[in-house]
């Protein structure tokens, strides 16, 4: 037995490999255990709790942690063997790799979990949680790239050169792709900034409809008949954008006109028949109605009224029965509408002329 265990292959003996067989089974199982009984209890124990970070980090530590601790102690076993040179090489590469794989997904994983908690602590709407893809694809590749450079570093090759070179073409392709990087920036201002959000009503740059679609480069606006508006991000944030779903109440102004036939009395009368007339609507507030100006053709009042209500229809519906209103009760008080008239004063002189008869005599 003993013969057995000491014979040499490859430069170790066998009781070595069966060492280090045996080591990587109790290793696997410890890990096993702790994945299953320790995290296992750790959620529960997180599950009673009020915030979502503890979950994340849990979550990290078994799907990322473990794992990597798993693969590091079977490369930390298997070098205590007598191996090649070039053999030990390509596992030092190989275990490089694998590290900063793992460190690349575990900074990714965090930032992606970190974020998206905080988002949902701050109850933000499910179409902004969809918007984070975005912005967050954005800077997995810039993590991906700085953890690329790293790992060539490590391995022994001179980045010097090769960041030389980033820059350069950095630049150059930063010129040739300015209009993209703008829209993309502004995707980053609307995001953060939330000048809008899909589902808005919204009106730029002579355009308006309801958003759809908030891209990484294009916004999708659905105008009132139907159509799709593609439009670039960076031209809507340069334009100035009125969101109209954000309105707590609508301001409406409008003016009527009466002839100058009209009594002083039914003057007077006018800003409380139209208070009564705008009181009486559900989602309506008066605010003022006062003779502003006499016009060329006309006694001209202003009305100002509230709508409490963001709704378009509402507003529509409102302001119909208003002026409908209006025009009956106005119709009832013989209060008349003015139109436009022009009156033209015309000094007529009538000259008698004399017209000689002419006489025949026979």
């Known amino acids: 037995m003993d013969e057995i265990l000491n014979q040499v292959y490859w430069g170790n003996t066998v009781l070595d490999y069966a060492i280090a067989i045996c080591s990587i089974l109790i290793i696997w199982i410890i890990l096993k255990l702790i ?16 915030t979502n970070f503890d979950d994340l980090i849990i979550k990290a530590v078994e799907k990322f942690i473990l794992p990597y601790l798993y693969l590091a102690a079977n490369y930390n076993i298997i070098i205590q063997l007598n191996l090649s040179s070039k053999l030990s090489r390509i596992l030092e590469v190989a275990i490089t790799f694998v590290t900063f794989y793992y460190i690349i997904r575990l900074i ?3 930032i992606h979990g970190v974020v998206l ?27 991906w790239g700085i953890g690329i450079v790293m790992l060539i570093d490590n391995l022994g090759y001179n980045v010097t050169t090769i960041i030389a070179g980033l820059g350069v ?20 201002v609307i995001f953060f900034d939330k000048p809008f959000e899909v589902g808005d009503f919204i009106t730029t740059g002579g355009n308006s409809g309801t958003v759809e679609k908030i891209g990484i480069k294009t916004s999708h606006v659905r105008s009132p008949d139907g159509q799709q508006l593609v439009m670039p991000n960076a031209e809507m944030v340069k334009s100035v954008i009125h ?4 309105l707590e109440r609508r301001r409406v102004v409008f003016s009527i006109g009466l002839v100058y036939s009209t009594p002083a009395d039914q003057l007077r009368k006018i800003p409380s028949i ?16 006062h003779l502003k100006s006499f016009g060329d053709f006309s006694i001209n009042f202003e009305v100002v009224y509230y709508i409490d209500s963001s709704d378009f229809l509402v507003y529509m519906d409102t302001h119909h029965a208003v002026c409908l209103s209006i025009f009956e009760i106005f119709e009832k008080e ?20 004399e017209k000689p008869s002419n006489q025949i005599s026979l």
């Open 35 to 50: 994945k299953g009984r320790l995290i296992g209890l750790l959620k529960k124990l997180t599950a009673r709790t009020s």
């Open 108 to 110: 990714n994983f965090i």
């Open 117 to 143: 908690v905080y988002m949902q602590q701050k109850n933000e709407a499910p179409e902004r949680v969809k918007q984070l893809s975005g912005v967050l694809s954005v800077v997995k590749v810039i993590i």
């Open 169 to 188: 073409g950095g630049i150059a392709i930063a010129l040739a792709a300015q209009n993209i990087l703008s829209d993309l920036f502004s995707y980053l």
């Open 243 to 246: 969101n109209y779903k954000r």
């Open 274 to 289: 139209l208070r009564e007339i705008i009181s009486a609507q559900k989602q309506a507030s008066f605010d003022r109605a």
């Open 334 to 353: 013989k209060i008349e509408f003015a139109f436009p008239t022009q009156t033209i004063f015309v000094n007529k002189e009538e000259k008698a002329e």
